[in-house]
């Protein structure tokens, strides 16, 4: 007897044999079903839609054999799996859970929309499909080609797709670029779209260097657990031996480690290594610590390894407890110099720093206590040794006028003492040891006045500005070693400031008074621009602050910043400092980026004097790119740096293109680097790097030195 339903749209169940799911019926869904109880064959034609469980089989006509337990499907057949995947076919044959069968002309669409076709495939278990003469490539859109080939494709005899061991293996296969054929490789395996992270080989790098010769990188990462991993990377060289380097990462709830090791014994069996490791922690609501260990057995081994770099390094400890209006850090450090000129003797050892700082809450005026306390203890094997102790208390009311002016008033007191041993005479003779210390008291009073006015698509700020502060003169005697006041500059930050020097070593006294006026303009659609010019007077000139500073006279130089920025393809910074007496430079720093991505150039010039006591000297340096996006797909960028100090000479320079589409990346950039120290000599670089989506990154570069 045969039935024969025309419904649209509406379940047919139909009990299945001794089925692999729990004997799970399907469910049919069809323009037209017909049911043949004694042949135990189910038709189905028209918009057919078959579903068991999480799969969906979907063609213009399918046949069902109870009997036998297999489903037929041909016309425009595709099955949709859990994964996401989407199996396209003009015929295939499955077994009643859709699990097994036999498909000719296979496409698959994956669930990252990379895609695979075959002439013919096997699925097993509804977890492994076997694939015969396969092609396989994530491009989509990536570039225009006229005879539809993708941009890159892995063609093999042979690919399998285990979706239980999440991976996609292929055997005798060959990769295409533009359809010419690459590389020959006799077995290869890549994860599937499933994974996020798996243990396995990434893609090893190439390259070569004057100091090692022609290297190779074979990085395998461990997928230790779903916060934690580890990458080695052991790097063969052809002019010393193996390079072992590893990368490990853990992020916890509450904390974070960070922590890259590298290790090698050169040919004279010399040791070389490094380890730069960060860990942070919050150990609860108040307190968090965190821990940095940077160290490198030999000052130039980074740099000759290509590793970093970077010209020092710096361990450090701390503790910090945050609670209420009240901070409190105990820290501590330990640096190393990786430059010629670094004298290991005379850096210093921080153990410990501690800080704290209270602020109480506004009374019924709105004026605030403030409390802060400091302590520390430095050591050098070669020079002086500091030990101080600094206690201050602060007094601050922001008051806001009748007429808008907004004035705050400060008073503040604040004692240091010092225990120092070996400290050097100012005159370079002779050394002071023993105790030492100072009383620092100082009132302050700023005054601004805000004012605005909008007219059209415009709204202008102007705002005169002054400050007032008043200290006794001194406060810097012989005795008191500076430490942290070291690298100080005058400039439009600084200028209404109570202490113009950093840190703590080093305070400025004597009345002295600041002024200014800043001024705005800005667009509704986004355009700025701004101005700020500013002078203080110091009523008596002193040896507060040496000659270049700006301030060793009664008038300080005049300092100023602009800013104009009237659209995103353009925005201009300017900053300056002028002598007082014929507004000649002694700073300029300009930074300037105009143009659209098509083609957008930005410049920066750097030149400031020597300042007074400061270990660095003065610079006199223009820097500058030139980026452009020629289009979709290309974009390229020029850089370079010039020392225009004495007769000049070029610092750096480099070139880069760059080719990326949705499934590609090629980019080449080319070098020059000058920089010299000990067995390091300037050096040219040419470095290629090819990624491909889903399989990974590779890189081929060559360094000589010349």
């Given at each position: 007897m045969i039935q024969t339903l025309g419904i649209a749209l509406v379940p047919f169940l139909v009990a299945g044999q001794d089925l692999?799911?729990?004997?799970?019926?399907?469910?049919?869904?069809?323009?037209?079903?017909?049911?043949?109880?004694?042949?135990?064959?189910?038709?189905?034609?028209g918009n057919v839609e078959v579903s068991h469980e999480q799969r969906v089989l979907i063609a213009n006509s399918v046949t069902y054999n109870q009997i036998e337990n297999v489903v037929t499907a041909t016309g425009g057949v595709s099955l949709l799996e859990a994964s996401g995947n989407v199996l396209f076919a003009e015929t295939m044959k499955l077994t009643g859970d859709l699990k097994d069968g036999i498909i000719r002309d296979l496409r698959i669409r994956l669930s990252d929309?990379?895609?695979?076709?075959?002439?013919?495939?096997?699925?097993?278990?509804?977890?492994?499909?076997?694939?015969?003469?396969?092609?396989?490539?994530?491009?989509?859109?990536?570039?225009?080609?006229?005879?539809?080939?993708?941009?890159?494709?892995?063609?093999a005899k042979k690919v399998v797709h285990d979706e239980k061991e999440q991976v996609i293996e292929?055997?005798?296969?060959?990769?295409?670029?533009?359809?010419?054929?690459?590389?020959?490789?006799?077995?290869?395996?890549?994860?599937?779209?499933?994974?996020?992270?798996?243990?396995?080989?990434?893609?090893?790098?190439?390259?070569?260097?004057?100091?090692?010769?022609?290297?190779?990188?074979?990085?395998?990462?461990?997928?230790?657990?779903?916060?934690?991993?580890?990458?080695?990377?052991?790097?063969?060289?052809?002019?010393?031996?193996?390079?072992?380097?590893?990368?490990?990462?853990?992020?916890?709830?509450?904390?974070r480690l960070e922590s890259d090791t590298s290790i090698t014994l050169d040919s004279n069996d010399d040791l070389f290594g490094h380890i730069d490791t960060k860990y942070r922690k919050n150990v609860n609501d108040v307190w968090r610590m965190g821990i940095d260990i940077q160290r490198a057995i030999d000052d130039t081994y980074m740099r000759?390894?290509?590793?970093?770099?970077?010209?020092?390094?710096?361990?450090?400890?701390?503790?910090?407890?945050?609670?209420?209006?009240?901070?409190?850090?105990?820290?501590?450090?330990?640096?190393?110099?990786?430059?010629?000129?670094?004298?290991?003797?005379?850096?210093?050892?921080?153990?410990?720093?501690?800080?704290?700082?209270?602020?109480?809450?506004?009374?019924?005026?709105?004026?605030?206590?403030?409390?802060?306390?400091?302590?520390?203890?430095?050591?050098?094997?070669?020079g002086n040794d500091t030990k101080r102790l600094s206690l201050g208390y602060g007094w601050h009311l922001p008051r806001i006028g009748s007429l808008g002016e907004v004035l705050d008033v400060n008073l503040s007191i604040r004692g240091d003492m010092y225990h120092v041993t070996n400290l050097v005479n100012s005159n370079g003779q002779g050394s002071n040891k023993g105790i030492s210390g100072r009383i620092h008291p100082q009132a302050s009073v700023n005054w601004g006045y805000p004012m605005s006015n909008?007219?059209?698509?415009?709204?202008?700020?102007?705002?005169?500005?002054?400050?007032?502060?008043?200290?006794?003169?001194?406060?810097?005697?012989?005795?008191?070693?500076?430490?942290?006041?070291?690298?100080?500059?005058?400039?439009?930050?600084?200028?209404?400031?109570?202490?113009?020097?950093?840190?703590?070593?080093?305070?400025?006294?004597?009345?002295?008074?600041?002024?200014?006026?800043?001024?705005?303009?800005?667009?509704?659609?986004?355009?700025?621009?701004?101005?700020?010019?500013?002078?203080?007077?110091?009523?008596?000139?002193?040896?507060?602050?040496?000659?270049?500073?700006?301030?060793?006279?009664?008038?300080?130089?005049?300092?100023?910043?602009?800013?104009?920025?009237?659209?995103?393809?353009?925005d201009l910074n300017y900053r300056t400092r002028l002598s007082h007496e014929d507004l000649s430079p002694s700073k300029n720093e300009v930074q300037l980026a105009a143009g659209p991505p098509a083609l957008r150039a930005t410049t920066n010039y750097v030149f400031f004097e020597s300042q007074p006591n400061s270990e660095f000297g003065g610079r006199d340096e223009l820097s500058g790119s030139i980026k452009s996006q020629l289009n979709r797909l290309w974009r390229g960028s020029l850089s370079g740096r010039y020392n225009l100090q004495e007769e000049g000479n070029l610092q750096a320079i480099a070139l880069n293109a760059t080719f990326e589409c949705e499934c590609f990346t090629f980019s080449t950039t080319l070098k020059r680097d000058f920089f010299v120290d000990r067995d390091l000599k300037p050096s040219d670089t040419i470095l290629f790097q090819l990624t491909f989506k889903t399989l990974g990154e590779s890189k081929f570069g060559v360094s000589k030195d010349g």
């Open positions: 692999q799911s729990g004997n799970r019926p399907l469910l049919f869904s069809a323009n037209e079903v017909t049911h043949d109880k004694k042949s135990g064959i189910v038709r189905a034609t929309n990379s895609r695979i076709a075959a002439t013919g495939a096997r699925r097993s278990a509804g977890i492994s499909t076997e694939m015969r003469n396969a092609v396989y490539s994530p491009c989509q859109d990536c570039a225009d080609q006229s005879d539809d080939k993708p941009l890159w494709q892995l063609k292929y055997t005798d296969a060959y990769l295409e670029l533009f359809g010419v054929p690459i590389a020959y490789i006799p077995f290869f395996y890549h994860p599937d779209p499933t994974v996020k992270r798996k243990s396995g080989f990434i893609t090893p790098s190439f390259g070569s260097s004057s100091a090692l010769g022609p290297t190779l990188s074979t990085p395998y990462f461990f997928d230790i657990a779903a916060n934690k991993d580890l990458t080695i990377t052991p790097t063969f060289t052809s002019k010393e031996r193996v390079h072992l380097a590893a990368e490990y990462r853990d992020i916890g709830p509450n904390s000759r390894y290509k590793i970093s770099s970077r010209p020092d390094m710096t361990t450090r400890a701390f503790g910090e407890a945050f609670k209420g209006r009240d901070y409190l850090k105990i820290d501590s450090y330990y640096f190393q110099g990786l430059q010629e000129t670094d004298d290991p003797g005379e850096i210093p050892i921080v153990l410990p720093m501690l800080d704290f700082s209270h602020i109480s809450r506004p009374n019924r005026l709105g004026a605030t206590n403030s409390i802060t306390a400091n302590a520390l203890a430095l050591t050098r094997t070669d909008s007219r059209g698509r415009v709204t202008q700020t102007l705002e005169p500005l002054a400050s007032l502060i008043i200290s006794p003169y001194g406060g810097n005697p012989n005795d008191i070693p500076n430490e942290d006041s070291v690298d100080f500059e005058f400039d439009d930050t600084n200028v209404f400031s109570e202490n113009r020097f950093t840190g703590l070593d080093r305070v400025e006294g004597g009345p002295r008074l600041g002024y200014g006026i800043k001024w705005g303009a800005y667009g509704q659609n986004g355009g700025s621009s701004s101005l700020f010019v500013g002078q203080s007077y110091r009523i008596k000139s002193d040896d507060t602050f040496g000659p270049g500073s700006g301030l060793e006279d009664n008038f300080s130089d005049i300092v100023s910043r602009i800013n104009i920025s009237p659209g995103k393809y353009f």
